[in-house]
């Protein structure tokens, strides 16, 4: 069993910075794509960014884009996020899924799900 904690979620003024953590244990993450979720009450789950097993392999959903960026550095993936706008708030979750191509990742069909951490965007 792969376990996934996130952590670094908070309160943020509009334009300011997070920078959220994915810790993964119980596995090795070598051969794991590792994705970044959100979700408001009563709307849908939201694919934001993914990453691929060696890390040079990246997504973005257009409402992120350019303001977003993931890394990843062994067993912990990152999300820093810049110029937060109110529509940024919700519970942030990530997920892993094993992959057989090292330079794949995907917002589908994940294994893996962190409990969440949750970001509010508010002056």
């Known amino acids: 069993q792969l376990q996934l904690v996130e952590s670094g979620g908070g309160l943020v003024q509009p334009g300011g910075s997070l920078r959220l953590a994915c810790t993964a244990s119980?596995?090795?993450?070598?051969?794991?794509?590792v994705t970044w979720f959100r979700q408001v009450p009563g709307k849908e789950r939201e694919g934001i960014s993914c990453?691929?097993?060696?890390?040079?392999h990246t997504n973005y959903a257009d409402s992120v884009k350019d303001r977003f960026t993931i890394s990843r550095d062994k067993n912990t993936v990152y999300l820093q996020m810049n110029s937060l706008k109110r529509e940024d708030t919700a519970v942030y979750y990530c997920?892993?899924?094993?992959?057989?191509?090292?330079?794949?990742?995907?917002?589908?069909?994940?294994?893996?799900w962190g409990k969440g951490t949750l970001v509010t965007v508010s002056s």
């Open positions: 997920a892993a899924r094993r992959v057989w191509t090292p330079t794949y990742c995907t917002y589908k069909d994940m294994t893996y």
């Open positions: 990453i691929s097993v060696g890390g040079d």
């Open positions: 119980g596995l090795t993450t070598d051969y794991y794509a």
